[in-house]
Antibody
Framework: EVQLVESGGGLVQPGGSLRLSCAASGFSFDEYAMHWVRQAPGKGLEWVSSVSWSGGFTGYVDSVKGRFTISRDNAKNSLYLQMDSLRGDDTALYYC??????????????WGQGTLVTVSS | EIVMTQSPATLSVSPGERATLSCRASQSISRNLAWYQQKPGQAPRLVLFSASVRASGIPARFSGTASGTEFTLTISSLQSEDFAVYYCQQYEKWPITFGQGTRLDIK
């Protein structure tokens, strides 16, 4: 059974940093692209970042470029999102999500339950 | 950036009736489109990919079509568990983009 368990969310002040983690199990983690998608309270889904199976290709939505860094550790079956210079509009539920293939240009076929990030003073 | 536009924003349909949800891409995305279902308090769930292929465990009452940059999700006979918000998503190009969602309500 595929499982994605996010952690690391919480309350942080504007300008602060957080590191989100996602522990994956139930599939061959090193064979699939992974994604972070967020959802602000009461709003729709917004893609944040993707990483290919090897970590060699990464992509970001413009609003987080230069502030967020996606990475993965295939030996630990884990995905990360380092978030720096956080702003109020980064407040959202952050989902870890599994891609359907090794490259990032495929559908997302499984989602975790999310971890909440709140940026506020 | 490819803009995905869903319509209508809200659709009220009675159980047993057909629901048709639309999604338009601002440029060609081939068939690189997925539909997701999200119920309150839950993570999204993949419904269709490649515009018309049902994901694992999705009942046959869900179907999808594509015509150029216009995509449609049809639910042939609505069941109570189908009432949710549905999002389309293109994965043709980065940035990956979602539509704003269609809320499917019980009439």
């Amino acid at each position: 059974e595929v499982q994605l368990v996010e952690s690391g969310g919480g309350l942080v002040q504007p300008g602060g940093s957080l590191r989100l983690s996602c522990a994956a199990s139930g599939f061959s983690f090193d064979e699939y692209a992974m994604h972070w998608v967020r959802q602000a309270p009461g709003k729709g889904l917004e893609w944040v970042s993707s990483v290919s199976w090897s970590g060699g290709f990464t992509g970001y939505v413009d609003s987080v470029k230069g502030r967020f860094t996606i990475s993965r550790d295939n030996a630990k079956n884990s995905l990360y999102l380092q978030m720096d210079s956080l702003r109020g509009d980064d407040t959202a539920l952050y989902y870890c999500a599994k891609g359907a293939n090794a490259g990032p240009h495929y559908e997302i076929d499984f989602w975790g339950q999310g971890t909440l990030v709140t940026v506020s003073s | 950036e490819i803009v995905m536009t869903q319509s209508p924003a809200t659709l009220s349909v009675s159980p047993g009736e057909r629901a048709t949800l639309s999604c338009r891409a601002s440029q060609s995305i081939s068939r690189n489109l997925a539909w997701y279902q999200q119920k309150p308090g839950q993570a999204p769930r993949l419904v269709l990919f490649s515009a018309s292929v049902r994901a694992s465990g999705i009942p046959a009452r869900f179907s999808g079509t594509a015509s150029g940059t216009e995509f449609t999700l049809t639910i042939s006979s609505l069941q109570s568990e189908d009432f949710a918000v549905y999002y389309c998503q293109q994965y043709e190009k980065w940035p990956i983009t979602f539509g704003q969602g269609t809320r499917l309500d019980i009439k």
